[in-house]
């Protein structure tokens, strides 16, 4: 059985801040830009064999603002401890430092990261489980 991709998609008033982040910090690659399509930019990240794929758009000239709430999340599940630690050390490293939970659930075992528009990643040291 086939799976769908998923896209997720989102526009910024900051794209090369975003870059930073989802890629220096993350870990994510830049899989493709694009610029002056039908009056946006915007890029796609992600690992290459992944089904996911993050895309961020920005148009000149229109204010889209920061996220609505503190709980807006990315979660990415990391079981491995050393992965997950890898990848937390990362973040910090490029200058992204943790922020508490707006749900304390998410500190149990994560580590939660605010993005430059006010969205937050959770890196979660857990397999991922229904």
């Known amino acids: 059985m086939n799976h769908p991709v998923l896209r ?3 526009p910024t008033d900051n794209l090369p801040a975003l870059l930073r982040f989802y890629c220096d910090g ?4 830049k899989l ?7 009056g946006f930019d915007g890029a796609m990240l992600g690992h290459p064999q992944a089904p ?9 000239g229109h204010v889209v603002g920061r996220a609505p709430t503190a709980d807006n999340l990315l979660v990415f599940y990391l079981p491995d ?4 630690q890898a990848a937390v050390q990362r973040m910090e490293a490029t200058g992204f430092m ?3 939970s707006y749900n304390p ?3 149990q075992q994560g580590r939660t990261f605010e993005d430059p528009d ?5 890196l979660q040291q857990a397999a991922w489980a229904l």
Request: aromatic share 18%; no cysteine; proline share 8%.
């Open 32 to 38: 493709t830009s694009f610029a002056a399509h039908n």
């Open 52 to 60: 996911y794929h993050l895309e961020f758009t920005h148009q000149p």
């Open 98 to 100: 943790p922020v508490p």
């Open 8 to 10: 997720v998609a989102r």
């Open 26 to 29: 993350l870990g994510l690659q």
């Open 105 to 107: 659930y998410w500190d």
């Open 118 to 122: 006010g969205y937050r990643v959770v």
């Open 81 to 84: 401890a050393v992965e997950w």
